[in-house]
């Protein structure tokens, strides 16, 4: 899948923009399903009905996005067009109606910033339609728990009511849209442990905190990343463990010389930059994240390594 996705995105990158719906707007049920791969994907679900294709999203204003299509070829749907400009006001107006005069002097000035009009929110932007990974039964759930310990007439409870009844709307609409792809009220499967930590060794990789300076942070997470793994793969209480008492348990694993030599000088180096303030060079840090790498490949489960070179 990933394979597919840098393709799209060495693609885009030559082109400035893959694709771009012109004739429909931002909205949970637009656009089909769209996915990458759609075989070998676990959490499905895409802005629009293909990868990296843009969605115009008018409800914030029509000037930006108007400049961005002409940018990149392309133009708005008359049709849309004349509603979003004849018969509907956009929030990028409604704001602006509101300034009183000398508000607008100011904003003119550039004596403040910041205002909702100047957010750019008529840019073309990806308007993902996110449900949450542990379902939208368990969302509601919550909120209305929420809603219940209030007793009291407040903004805060104005505020709940109108979100439970939004949640309730939003329920519906998705009952619809989520057909396409299976149940969205139920918790999405979790990941294998090792598909988690590579996830979650490459948003590490691209914060580059060590550029930053920031290496007890770096090592912290990246530990933290091998504990998370090791309880969930080795069922191992590594998460509760000093270092020494996980190189100690490991013992107790069957894992080759070389993966309990990664996992010793990662720990090791870790302490040191954690308690003793080392301050590592980068070649050392990557070599910490790719040996992080190279022991989650090589300890994650054997019938996942047979599927792979089948």
């Not at 060495?10 to 949970?28: A, C, F, P, R």
Request: aromatic share 8%.
């Amino acid at each position: 899948v990933w394979a597919k996705c840098l393709d799209l995105l060495n693609e885009e990158l030559k082109k400035g923009v893959l694709d771009v719906e012109t004739k429909k707007v931002s909205g949970i049920c637009n656009f089909a399903p769209g996915y990458i791969d759609k075989e070998n994907e676990v959490i499905v679900g895409l802005q629009t009905d293909a990868p990296l294709k843009r969605i115009v999203n008018l409800y914030g204003g029509t000037r930006m996005a108007e400049q961005s299509l002409k940018e990149y070829g392309y133009e708005l749907d008359p049709t849309i067009k004349e509603h979003f400009t004849e018969y509907r006001k956009t929030h990028n107006q409604g704001v602006f109606d509101a300034y009183p005069p000398s508000v607008r002097k100011a904003r003119s000035a550039g004596l403040i910033t910041g205002l909702p009009d100047a957010y750019g929110r008529g840019r073309i932007i990806g308007d993902y339609r996110r449900i949450p990974l542990y379902g939208t039964d368990r969302l509601i759930k919550e909120k209305m728990h929420d809603l219940e310990e209030l007793d009291d007439i407040m903004d805060d409870l104005v505020g709940l009511l109108l979100l439970a009844a939004l949640l309730y709307g939003v329920k519906r609409i998705l009952e619809h849209y989520g057909k396409s792809f299976g149940t969205i009220f139920k918790p999405a499967p979790p990941l294998p442990p090792h598909e988690e930590a590579f996830a979650a060794l490459e948003r590490l990789r691209v914060l580059n905190l060590c550029a930053d300076g920031k290496h007890k942070l770096y090592y912290s997470t990246l530990t933290d990343i091998l504990r998370t793994y090791i309880v969930r793969r080795f069922d191992v209480g590594a998460m509760e463990m000093t270092s020494d008492e996980i190189i100690e348990a490991m013992r107790g694993v069957e894992l080759q010389q070389k993966q309990s030599m990664d996992l010793t000088m990662i720990l090791r180096e870790a302490d040191l930059v954690k308690f003793a303030k080392a301050m590592p060079e980068s070649s050392e840090s990557e070599a910490a994240m790719r040996a992080a790498w190279e022991f989650v490949d090589a300890t994650k489960p054997v019938e996942e390594i047979a599927q792979e070179e089948e």
